[in-house]
Protein backbone atom coordinates (compact mmCIF):
# COMPACT_ATOMS: atom_id res chain seq x y z
CA UNK A 1 0.00 0.00 0.00
CA UNK A 2 0.99 3.30 -1.31
CA UNK A 3 0.93 6.49 1.60
CA UNK A 4 1.86 9.11 -0.50
CA UNK A 5 0.37 12.04 1.39
CA UNK A 6 -1.91 14.70 0.31
CA UNK A 7 -1.30 18.58 0.49
CA UNK A 8 -1.87 19.16 4.34
CA UNK A 9 -4.33 21.68 5.16
CA UNK A 10 -4.01 25.76 4.76
CA UNK A 11 -5.09 28.05 2.53
CA UNK A 12 -2.12 27.86 0.36
CA UNK A 13 -3.46 24.27 -0.19
CA UNK A 14 -7.00 25.58 -1.45
CA UNK A 15 -4.78 26.93 -4.25
CA UNK A 16 -4.79 23.41 -6.11
CA UNK A 17 -7.79 21.93 -6.15
CA UNK A 18 -7.86 18.03 -6.03
CA UNK A 19 -9.34 16.18 -8.71
CA UNK A 20 -10.72 12.67 -8.92
CA UNK A 21 -7.40 12.01 -10.66
CA UNK A 22 -5.40 12.77 -7.57
CA UNK A 23 -6.62 10.46 -6.02
CA UNK A 24 -5.38 6.45 -5.47
CA UNK A 25 -6.08 3.86 -2.23
CA UNK A 26 -4.40 4.27 0.75
CA UNK A 27 -3.01 8.05 0.09
CA UNK A 28 -2.83 9.58 3.74
CA UNK A 29 -4.66 13.31 5.17
CA UNK A 30 -4.38 14.69 7.92
CA UNK A 31 -5.94 17.85 9.32
CA UNK A 32 -5.82 19.67 12.96
CA UNK A 33 -5.42 19.52 16.08
CA UNK A 34 -8.06 21.80 16.84
CA UNK A 35 -9.44 22.80 20.42
CA UNK A 36 -12.77 21.53 22.10
CA UNK A 37 -14.02 23.24 24.99
CA UNK A 38 -16.83 22.53 27.43
CA UNK A 39 -18.38 25.97 26.49
CA UNK A 40 -18.39 24.68 22.81
CA UNK A 41 -19.81 20.87 24.07
CA UNK A 42 -22.49 22.48 25.76
CA UNK A 43 -23.50 25.88 23.21
CA UNK A 44 -23.55 22.54 20.06
CA UNK A 45 -25.96 20.75 22.85
CA UNK A 46 -28.15 23.55 23.57
CA UNK A 47 -29.26 23.27 19.83
CA UNK A 48 -28.96 19.75 18.49
CA UNK A 49 -29.05 17.40 21.32
CA UNK A 50 -30.20 19.31 24.68
CA UNK A 51 -29.49 16.15 27.01
CA UNK A 52 -28.07 16.72 30.54
CA UNK A 53 -24.49 14.78 29.59
CA UNK A 54 -23.77 17.31 27.10
CA UNK A 55 -25.20 20.53 28.71
CA UNK A 56 -24.53 20.33 32.19
CA UNK A 57 -21.43 19.11 34.49
CA UNK A 58 -22.58 18.45 37.81
CA UNK A 59 -25.68 16.75 35.92
CA UNK A 60 -23.73 14.90 34.13
CA UNK A 61 -21.77 12.55 36.28
CA UNK A 62 -24.56 10.56 37.52
CA UNK A 63 -24.98 9.85 33.38
CA UNK A 64 -23.79 6.53 30.86
CA UNK A 65 -21.18 9.27 30.35
CA UNK A 66 -19.91 10.01 34.25
CA UNK A 67 -18.99 13.18 33.33
CA UNK A 68 -19.68 15.81 30.29
CA UNK A 69 -19.09 14.73 27.12
CA UNK A 70 -19.98 15.92 23.31
CA UNK A 71 -22.85 14.80 21.33
CA UNK A 72 -21.39 12.13 18.73
CA UNK A 73 -22.60 14.34 16.05
CA UNK A 74 -20.91 17.32 17.74
CA UNK A 75 -17.79 15.29 16.98
CA UNK A 76 -19.08 14.47 13.79
CA UNK A 77 -19.28 18.31 12.78
CA UNK A 78 -15.91 18.84 13.63
CA UNK A 79 -14.59 16.15 11.85
CA UNK A 80 -16.47 17.34 9.00
CA UNK A 81 -14.52 20.90 9.35
CA UNK A 82 -11.06 18.86 9.38
CA UNK A 83 -12.39 17.12 6.24
CA UNK A 84 -12.92 20.51 4.83
CA UNK A 85 -9.59 21.79 5.58
CA UNK A 86 -7.32 18.34 4.88
CA UNK A 87 -9.01 18.00 1.11
CA UNK A 88 -9.45 20.94 -0.98
CA UNK A 89 -11.39 19.02 -3.68
CA UNK A 90 -12.35 21.14 -6.64
CA UNK A 91 -16.15 22.43 -5.94
CA UNK A 92 -15.88 21.68 -2.52
CA UNK A 93 -16.32 18.45 -0.36
CA UNK A 94 -19.64 16.91 -1.67
CA UNK A 95 -20.56 13.75 0.66
CA UNK A 96 -21.92 11.31 -1.44
CA UNK A 97 -23.29 8.84 1.74
CA UNK A 98 -22.25 7.50 4.78
CA UNK A 99 -21.69 4.12 5.15
CA UNK A 100 -20.44 3.80 8.92
CA UNK A 101 -20.29 6.03 11.43
CA UNK A 102 -18.93 4.87 15.41
CA UNK A 103 -17.95 6.80 18.19
CA UNK A 104 -15.65 4.54 20.21
CA UNK A 105 -14.64 6.87 22.79
CA UNK A 106 -16.59 9.94 24.10
CA UNK A 107 -15.01 13.19 23.16
CA UNK A 108 -14.23 15.19 26.74
CA UNK A 109 -13.81 18.97 27.25
CA UNK A 110 -10.40 20.15 26.96
CA UNK A 111 -9.65 17.86 24.58
CA UNK A 112 -8.29 18.09 20.92
CA UNK A 113 -8.71 16.81 17.81
CA UNK A 114 -7.07 15.58 14.77
CA UNK A 115 -7.99 13.46 11.76
CA UNK A 116 -6.34 10.97 10.19
CA UNK A 117 -7.71 9.77 6.87
CA UNK A 118 -7.54 7.32 3.94
CA UNK A 119 -8.29 6.92 0.83
CA UNK A 120 -9.90 3.21 -0.21
CA UNK A 121 -11.22 3.37 -3.48
CA UNK A 122 -11.52 5.56 -6.62
CA UNK A 123 -14.14 5.04 -9.02
CA UNK A 124 -15.46 7.16 -12.13
CA UNK A 125 -19.00 7.41 -12.34
CA UNK A 126 -20.25 4.44 -14.79
CA UNK A 127 -23.69 7.24 -15.71
CA UNK A 128 -21.99 10.58 -14.94
CA UNK A 129 -19.21 11.27 -17.25
CA UNK A 130 -17.50 14.46 -15.06
CA UNK A 131 -17.43 13.11 -11.60
CA UNK A 132 -16.91 9.88 -9.61
CA UNK A 133 -16.59 8.40 -6.39
CA UNK A 134 -13.95 8.95 -3.81
CA UNK A 135 -14.43 5.97 -0.87
CA UNK A 136 -12.55 7.56 2.76
CA UNK A 137 -12.00 6.16 6.06
CA UNK A 138 -11.46 8.65 8.79
CA UNK A 139 -10.68 8.47 12.25
CA UNK A 140 -10.77 11.42 14.53
CA UNK A 141 -8.38 11.28 17.37
CA UNK A 142 -8.27 13.01 20.84
CA UNK A 143 -4.98 14.28 22.34
CA UNK A 144 -3.77 10.70 23.50
CA UNK A 145 -4.45 9.46 20.28
CA UNK A 146 -7.79 7.12 20.92
CA UNK A 147 -10.16 7.40 18.43
CA UNK A 148 -13.52 9.32 19.37
CA UNK A 149 -14.90 8.93 15.89
CA UNK A 150 -14.57 6.31 12.76
CA UNK A 151 -16.12 6.82 9.62
CA UNK A 152 -16.64 5.29 6.16
CA UNK A 153 -17.38 7.94 3.68
CA UNK A 154 -18.06 8.72 0.00
CA UNK A 155 -17.15 12.16 -1.67
CA UNK A 156 -18.45 12.95 -5.19
CA UNK A 157 -15.51 14.65 -6.94
CA UNK A 158 -15.13 16.05 -10.35
CA UNK A 159 -12.74 14.37 -13.09
CA UNK A 160 -9.96 16.86 -14.39
CA UNK A 161 -11.68 19.46 -17.23
CA UNK A 162 -9.04 17.44 -20.72
CA UNK A 163 -8.35 21.37 -21.32
CA UNK A 164 -6.12 21.50 -17.93
CA UNK A 165 -4.55 18.75 -18.45
CA UNK B 1 -46.32 -5.66 10.73
CA UNK B 2 -47.96 -3.06 13.60
CA UNK B 3 -47.72 0.22 14.04
CA UNK B 4 -48.15 1.43 17.40
CA UNK B 5 -47.14 4.82 17.58
CA UNK B 6 -44.85 5.92 20.69
CA UNK B 7 -45.58 9.26 22.32
CA UNK B 8 -45.14 12.29 20.64
CA UNK B 9 -42.42 15.00 21.04
CA UNK B 10 -42.95 17.57 24.21
CA UNK B 11 -42.24 17.62 27.80
CA UNK B 12 -45.05 15.38 28.97
CA UNK B 13 -43.93 12.60 27.12
CA UNK B 14 -40.67 12.80 28.99
CA UNK B 15 -42.67 12.45 32.22
CA UNK B 16 -42.86 8.39 31.35
CA UNK B 17 -39.63 7.60 30.26
CA UNK B 18 -39.36 4.70 27.69
CA UNK B 19 -36.86 1.49 28.20
CA UNK B 20 -36.25 -1.55 26.13
CA UNK B 21 -38.98 -3.09 26.60
CA UNK B 22 -41.54 -0.41 25.32
CA UNK B 23 -40.05 -0.95 21.71
CA UNK B 24 -41.38 -3.61 19.12
CA UNK B 25 -40.56 -3.83 15.65
CA UNK B 26 -43.11 -1.52 13.32
CA UNK B 27 -43.73 0.91 16.15
CA UNK B 28 -43.43 4.48 14.20
CA UNK B 29 -42.40 7.97 15.83
CA UNK B 30 -42.66 11.30 14.85
CA UNK B 31 -41.76 14.92 15.73
CA UNK B 32 -41.47 18.69 13.97
CA UNK B 33 -42.07 20.28 12.26
CA UNK B 34 -39.36 22.63 13.10
CA UNK B 35 -37.84 25.78 10.86
CA UNK B 36 -34.65 25.92 8.32
CA UNK B 37 -33.63 30.08 8.35
CA UNK B 38 -30.96 31.09 6.22
CA UNK B 39 -29.28 32.96 9.07
CA UNK B 40 -29.36 29.24 10.70
CA UNK B 41 -27.73 26.97 7.39
CA UNK B 42 -24.94 29.46 6.92
CA UNK B 43 -24.18 30.18 10.93
CA UNK B 44 -23.31 25.81 11.22
CA UNK B 45 -21.62 26.17 8.48
CA UNK B 46 -19.15 29.02 9.19
CA UNK B 47 -18.49 27.01 12.49
CA UNK B 48 -18.53 23.64 10.50
CA UNK B 49 -18.79 23.20 6.90
CA UNK B 50 -17.50 26.58 5.51
CA UNK B 51 -17.73 26.01 1.99
CA UNK B 52 -19.50 28.62 -0.50
CA UNK B 53 -22.77 26.56 -1.14
CA UNK B 54 -23.52 26.52 2.24
CA UNK B 55 -22.54 30.31 3.48
CA UNK B 56 -23.25 32.25 0.37
CA UNK B 57 -26.50 32.71 -1.36
CA UNK B 58 -24.72 34.82 -4.53
CA UNK B 59 -21.58 32.34 -4.60
CA UNK B 60 -23.71 29.18 -4.11
CA UNK B 61 -25.89 29.67 -7.41
CA UNK B 62 -22.56 28.36 -9.41
CA UNK B 63 -21.91 25.20 -7.42
CA UNK B 64 -23.23 21.92 -7.38
CA UNK B 65 -25.89 22.82 -5.28
CA UNK B 66 -27.37 25.72 -7.21
CA UNK B 67 -28.44 27.59 -4.08
CA UNK B 68 -27.53 27.65 -0.52
CA UNK B 69 -28.14 24.39 0.74
CA UNK B 70 -27.51 22.96 4.26
CA UNK B 71 -25.09 21.06 5.13
CA UNK B 72 -25.66 17.19 5.46
CA UNK B 73 -24.46 17.49 8.82
CA UNK B 74 -26.48 20.18 10.04
CA UNK B 75 -29.25 18.28 8.80
CA UNK B 76 -27.76 15.25 10.93
CA UNK B 77 -27.64 17.49 13.79
CA UNK B 78 -31.54 18.73 13.28
CA UNK B 79 -32.36 15.49 13.04
CA UNK B 80 -30.37 14.52 16.59
CA UNK B 81 -32.56 17.29 18.00
CA UNK B 82 -36.15 15.80 16.64
CA UNK B 83 -34.68 12.18 18.29
CA UNK B 84 -34.58 13.68 21.16
CA UNK B 85 -37.71 15.51 21.10
CA UNK B 86 -39.43 12.05 19.42
CA UNK B 87 -37.99 9.00 22.02
CA UNK B 88 -37.71 10.00 26.15
CA UNK B 89 -35.58 6.84 26.38
CA UNK B 90 -34.85 6.55 29.84
CA UNK B 91 -31.14 7.94 30.98
CA UNK B 92 -30.94 9.76 27.37
CA UNK B 93 -30.65 9.23 23.75
CA UNK B 94 -27.06 7.33 22.97
CA UNK B 95 -25.98 6.51 20.11
CA UNK B 96 -24.64 2.53 19.41
CA UNK B 97 -23.67 3.87 16.11
CA UNK B 98 -24.57 4.61 12.29
CA UNK B 99 -24.77 1.86 9.87
CA UNK B 100 -26.29 4.05 6.84
CA UNK B 101 -26.63 7.82 6.81
CA UNK B 102 -27.95 9.39 3.22
CA UNK B 103 -28.94 13.07 1.97
CA UNK B 104 -30.96 12.40 -0.97
CA UNK B 105 -32.51 16.14 -1.10
CA UNK B 106 -30.91 19.28 -0.02
CA UNK B 107 -32.25 21.09 2.12
CA UNK B 108 -33.03 24.50 1.62
CA UNK B 109 -33.31 28.33 3.29
CA UNK B 110 -36.71 28.68 4.48
CA UNK B 111 -37.63 25.08 4.32
CA UNK B 112 -38.66 23.02 7.50
CA UNK B 113 -38.58 19.76 8.68
CA UNK B 114 -39.83 16.49 10.25
CA UNK B 115 -38.68 12.94 11.63
CA UNK B 116 -40.48 9.50 10.79
CA UNK B 117 -38.61 6.93 12.37
CA UNK B 118 -39.60 3.21 12.71
CA UNK B 119 -38.57 0.80 14.98
CA UNK B 120 -36.32 -2.32 13.15
CA UNK B 121 -34.99 -4.49 16.06
CA UNK B 122 -34.81 -4.98 19.49
CA UNK B 123 -31.92 -6.78 20.87
CA UNK B 124 -31.37 -7.63 24.57
CA UNK B 125 -26.86 -7.34 24.86
CA UNK B 126 -25.67 -10.57 25.30
CA UNK B 127 -22.99 -9.14 27.26
CA UNK B 128 -24.80 -6.30 29.47
CA UNK B 129 -27.66 -7.73 31.15
CA UNK B 130 -28.90 -4.53 32.12
CA UNK B 131 -29.46 -3.10 28.51
CA UNK B 132 -30.26 -3.54 25.16
CA UNK B 133 -29.98 -2.03 21.35
CA UNK B 134 -32.95 -0.81 19.33
CA UNK B 135 -32.08 -0.59 15.62
CA UNK B 136 -33.97 2.63 13.74
CA UNK B 137 -34.55 3.90 10.36
CA UNK B 138 -34.91 7.83 10.60
CA UNK B 139 -36.34 9.32 7.43
CA UNK B 140 -36.18 13.36 7.76
CA UNK B 141 -38.89 14.69 5.79
CA UNK B 142 -38.77 18.61 4.14
CA UNK B 143 -42.07 20.53 3.51
CA UNK B 144 -43.00 18.86 0.22
CA UNK B 145 -42.66 15.33 2.26
CA UNK B 146 -39.30 14.70 0.33
CA UNK B 147 -36.40 12.73 2.24
CA UNK B 148 -33.54 14.91 2.83
CA UNK B 149 -31.41 12.35 5.14
CA UNK B 150 -32.10 8.97 5.76
CA UNK B 151 -30.49 6.96 8.41
CA UNK B 152 -30.27 3.71 9.99
CA UNK B 153 -28.72 3.69 13.60
CA UNK B 154 -28.58 2.11 16.71
CA UNK B 155 -29.59 3.26 20.06
CA UNK B 156 -28.17 2.00 23.29
CA UNK B 157 -31.38 1.24 25.45
CA UNK B 158 -31.42 0.08 29.17
CA UNK B 159 -34.15 -2.40 30.38
CA UNK B 160 -37.12 -1.47 32.76
CA UNK B 161 -35.32 -2.25 36.43
CA UNK B 162 -37.08 -5.29 37.97
CA UNK B 163 -38.38 -3.30 41.09
CA UNK B 164 -40.09 -0.50 38.43
CA UNK B 165 -42.12 -4.09 36.57
Keep these: MTHASLQGAGPEASSSPLYLEDFAPGQIYTAGPI ?3 ADAIKAYARQFDPQPFHTDEAL ?9 AAS ?4 ASLTMSLVV ?3 P ?9 VDELR ?18 EVRPSRTKPGQG ?14 AVQTMIANLVVPRRPTENV
Design 35 to 37: PVS
Design 103 to 120: WPTPLRPGDELRLEGEIM
Design 85 to 87: QAL
Design 60 to 68: ARATFFRGL
Design 89 to 97: IAGGVIGGG
Design 133 to 146: LVRVRTTTLNREGQ
Design 72 to 75: GWHT
